[in-house]
Nanobody, 120 residues
Framework: QVQLVESGGGLVQAGGSLRLSCAAS????????VGWYRQANGKQRELVAA???????NYVDSVKGRFTISRDSAKNTVYLQMSSLKPEDTAVYYC??????????????WGQGTQVTVSS
C-alpha cells in the first residue's frame, strides 16, 4: 500500500514563508506526476501547483512568483516552497500523486492534508 504524508504546515504571519513536504512511502515502482491542492473553508479544492515526473511545473495564477514546487526523486518527496504568504493562502493543503505500482499499474493517491494558516 502507498501512503502520502504531508508535513510542514502551520501558522505564519502575512509575508512569511513555509515549506510543505509530501513523502511517498510503501512499495511501488515510481512516483509520477504530483500536485499540491488546497481547500479553504467553504470553497472547492483547487490545484495550486503540479510537477511531472520529468520536472515540468505549472502553477495557478494566484501563486505564480510566490510558490515553487520541486521534487527529490531519490527521496520520493515533493516540496512546495511558499513565500510572501497572504491570508487568502489559508487552507488545508493536500498532496496528490500518480504512482506506478510494482504491478505496473498507475494509481492515484491523496495525502491526509496539512493546515496552513496565514494571519494578517
Amino acid at each position: 500500500q502507498v501512503q502520502l504524508v504531508e508535513s510542514g504546515g502551520g501558522l505564519v504571519q502575512a509575508g512569511g514563508s513555509l515549506r510543505l513536504s509530501c513523502a511517498a512511502s510503501g512499495i511501488f515502482f515510481r512516483v509520477n506526476d504530483v500536485g499540491w491542492y488546497r481547500q479553504a473553508n467553504g470553497k472547492q479544492r483547487e490545484l495550486v501547483a503540479a510537477i511531472t515526473s520529468g520536472g515540468s511545473t505549472n502553477y495557478v495564477d494566484s501563486v505564480k512568483g510566490r510558490f515553487t514546487i520541486s521534487r527529490d526523486s531519490a527521496k520520493n518527496t515533493v516540496y512546495l516552497q511558499m513565500s510572501s504568504l497572504k491570508p487568502e493562502d489559508t487552507a488545508v493543503y493536500y498532496c496528490n500523486a500518480d504512482v506506478l505500482t510494482v504491478q505496473k499499474v498507475t494509481r492515484n493517491y491523496w495525502g491526509q492534508g496539512t493546515q496552513v494558516t496565514v494571519s494578517s
